[in-house]
Nanobody, 126 residues
Framework: QVQLVESGGGLVQDGGSLRLSCAAS????????MGWFRQASGKEREFVAT????????YYADSVKGRFTISRDNAKNTVYLQMNSLKPEDTAVYYC???????????????????WGQGTQVTVSS
C-alpha cells in the first residue's frame, strides 16, 4: 500500500505563488509516475501535471502551462507542484496521485492512477 499526503495549500491572492508537496510512504515511489489533479467545487476532477519516474518527462494541462512546475525528489519520496501567477480559477482541491503503470497517452486520465492523497485546498482570491 502507498499513502500520499499533500501539504502546502492555503489562501493566496491573485498573482501569488504556492508550492504543494506530496509525501509518499509505504512504498518507494521512485519507479512510478506521479501526477497532480484538481477538483473545483461543482466540477469534475481534472488533470494538472504529471512527471515520469526519473523526472525527465513532464506534461501539463494547457491551463497551467508556463505557470506551474512539477518536480520530484526521489530521495525524499516527495513530489512537488510549484504554482506561480495563480488565478482565481485555480481555486480547487489539489490531489496527488501515483500510477503503477501508465499506458501511452493515458497520463492525463484519472483511472490511470492507482493511489490518491486526501487533497489540499488552494484558494486564490481576486
Amino acid at each position: 500500500q502507498v499513502q500520499l499526503v499533500e501539504s502546502g495549500g492555503g489562501l493566496v491572492q491573485d498573482g501569488g505563488s504556492l508550492r504543494l508537496s506530496c509525501a509518499a510512504s509505504g512504498r518507494t515511489v521512485s519507479t512510478y509516475a506521479m501526477g497532480w489533479f484538481r477538483q473545483a467545487s461543482g466540477k469534475e476532477r481534472e488533470f494538472v501535471a504529471t512527471i515520469s519516474s526519473s523526472g525527465t518527462t513532464k506534461y501539463y494541462a494547457d491551463s497551467v502551462k508556463g505557470r506551474f512546475t512539477i518536480s520530484r525528489d526521489n530521495a525524499k519520496n516527495t513530489v512537488y507542484l510549484q504554482m506561480n501567477s495563480l488565478k482565481p480559477e485555480d481555486t480547487a482541491v489539489y490531489y496527488c496521485a501515483l500510477a503503477l503503470k501508465v499506458s501511452p497517452g493515458s497520463y492525463y486520465l484519472s483511472p490511470t492512477y492507482d493511489y490518491w492523497g486526501q487533497g489540499t485546498q488552494v484558494t486564490v482570491s481576486s
